[in-house]
T-cell receptor
Framework: KAGVTQTPRYLIKTRGQQVTLSCSPI?????VSWYQQTPGQGLQFLFE???????NKGNFPGRFSGRQFSNSRSEMNVSTLELGDSALYLC??????????????FGDGTRLSIL | GQQLNQSPQSMFIQEGEDVSMNCTSS?????WLWYKQEPGEGPVLLIA?????ELTSNGRLTAQFGITRKDSFLNISASIPSDVGIYFC??????????FGKGTTLSVSS
């Protein structure tokens, strides 16, 4: 069974640009969550989508946004990039049904570097 | 954002030793998860716990859901070099997002 796929794996941008990251969940999973991982702050929750609707949102500025498509694939967008946005962005999927507390399975992340 | 208190921050052990790490929270959780992350990869789920007092094993790994629902423990028995990595606990209240600890970095010398 294919795991969570994130593209691209690495990305280099400059301040002020915008970026879009993509996540394909495990087949049959309808919930997708996004996290930002940095050495100082650890894993911080960005948002969760289920059936194309945002179900939960973390404490990040409005420059961070996401969406989910009807095939459960998800994208996140960061506008007006800042140096502090340099991080590993992780996507995780879960079935999303049959109990809201099912464990999430992670992709290998997109490493975003801001110059 | 809110985070769990995970300890120890790092451990340096000899191959064959047992390892214990734990997470505590000021909030009650109804799910505890333990993940392991290796360089260049995303976290991999090790054990999921859903009931207070639950004790679950996965090979040499054993985790427990604390009876107060505010803590969880992970034990690794007879460690081997491939156990090296960062171990994360994560907790969840009903209908909310997962909250992660800052991780325990495990180093194993042979």
């Amino acid at each position: 069974k294919a795991g969570v796929t994130q593209t691209p794996r690495y990305l280099i941008k400059t301040r002020g640009q915008q970026v879009t990251l993509s996540c394909s969940p495990i087949s049959g999973h309808r919930s997708v969550s996004w996290y930002q991982q940095t050495p100082g702050q650890g894993l911080q929750f960005l948002f969760e989508y289920f059936s194309e609707t945002q179900r939960n949102k973390g404490n990040f500025p409005g420059r961070f946004s996401g969406r989910q498509f009807s095939n459960s694939r998800s994208e996140m967008n960061v506008s007006t990039l800042e140096l502090g946005d340099s991080a590993l962005y992780l996507c995780a999927s879960s079935p999303g049904t049959g109990g809201i507390n099912q464990p999430q399975h992670f992709g290998d992340g997109t490493r975003l570097s801001i110059l | 954002g809110q985070q769990l208190n995970q300890s120890p921050q790092s451990m340096f052990i000899q191959e064959g030793e047992d390892v214990s790490m734990n997470c505590t929270s000021s909030s009650i959780f109804n799910t505890w998860l333990w993940y392991k992350q290796e360089p260049g990869e995303g976290p991999v789920l090790l054990i999921a716990l859903y009931k207070a007092g639950e004790l679950t094993s996965n090979g040499r790994l054993t985790a427990q859901f604390g009876i107060t629902r505010k803590d969880s423990f992970l034990n690794i028995s007879a460690s081997i070099p491939s156990d090296v990595g960062i171990y994360f606990c994560a907790g969840r209240q009903a209908g909310t997002a997962l909250i992660f600890g800052k991780g325990t970095t495990l180093s194993v010398s042979s």
